[in-house]
T-cell receptor, first 113, second 113 residues
Framework: EPEVTQTPSHQVTQMGQEVILRCVPI?????FYWYRQILGQKVEFLVS????????KSEIFDDQFSVERPDGSNFTLKIRSTKLEDSAMYFC???????????FGSGTQLSVL | GESVGLHLPTLSVQEGDNSIINCAYS??????FIWYKQESGKGPQFIID?????DKRQGQRVTVLLNKTVKHLSLQIAATQPGDSAVYFC????????????FGKGTRLSVIA
């Protein structure tokens, strides 16, 4: 069964450093998303991406965040200068039908020290 | 603001019993709902979805009920098994344009063997 793949599974970084979280969505999907989940809390929307541009973004997705689809398979989330409060599990998701039946990856646990 | 929430944060059931997990939503424009299961260290896994033109939908051992009058959603799991132990999230969207899924806080289901 096709799945969304995320790397790395864990990322530890120093405050102020840049991190790039990587995702390979399901191959025939067209809509891509990043969500995050702070420990013990609900899953929060960050950004959606379709047709090579951001469709929607939340208040969390400020100027420190960016997304990119550098080729036909990868979808990345970059945090330019990490803060302690960026520590969370980051999930990539994709769907072929826009906001329906999102398929999630296993996540990248980001720890900012 | 409008939000999706859950009545009970934890639920313990005996193996073999039926489980009912509840979710309240406040966005009257919501017309598409999903239940996700999240096991420890993993991403949300799609269980079942329902559109607002339906009251009930059944899957394998799971049933989702939608009461639009009181804006209530429930997930019923028949013959609960130890493998059902996880956190369950409801999520909703007005499904208009690219409005992202909004997740509730989650209910932890513990199955007692």
């Amino acid at each position: 069964e096709p799945e969304v793949t995320q790397t790395p599974s864990h990322q530890v970084t120093q405050m102020g450093q840049e991190v790039i979280l990587r995702c390979v969505p399901i191959s025939n999907h067209l809509y891509f998303y990043w969500y995050r989940q702070i420990l013990g809390q609900k899953v929060e929307f960050l950004v959606s991406f379709y047709n090579n541009e951001i469709s929607e973004k939340s208040e969390i997705f400020d100027d420190q965040f960016s997304v990119e689809r550098p080729d036909g398979s990868n979808f990345t989330l970059k945090i330019r200068s990490t803060k302690l409060e960026d520590s969370a599990m980051y999930f990539c998701a994709s769907t072929g039908t826009g906001n329906e039946k999102l398929f999630f990856g296993s996540g990248t646990q980001l720890s900012v020290l | 603001g409008e939000s999706v929430g859950l009545h009970l944060p934890t639920l313990s059931v005996q193996e073999g019993d039926n489980s009912i997990i509840n979710c309240a939503y406040s966005n009257s424009a919501s017309d598409y709902f999903i239940w996700y299961k999240q096991e420890s260290g993993k991403g949300p896994q799609f269980i079942i979805d329902i559109r607002s033109n339906m009251d009930k939908r059944q899957g394998q051992r799971v049933t989702v009920l939608l009461n639009k009058t009181v804006k209530h959603l429930s997930l019923q799991i028949a013959a609960t098994q130890p493998g059902d132990s996880a956190v369950y999230f409801c999520a909703e969207t007005p499904n208009s344009g690219n409005t992202p899924l909004v997740f509730g806080k989650g209910t932890r289901l513990s199955v007692i063997a």
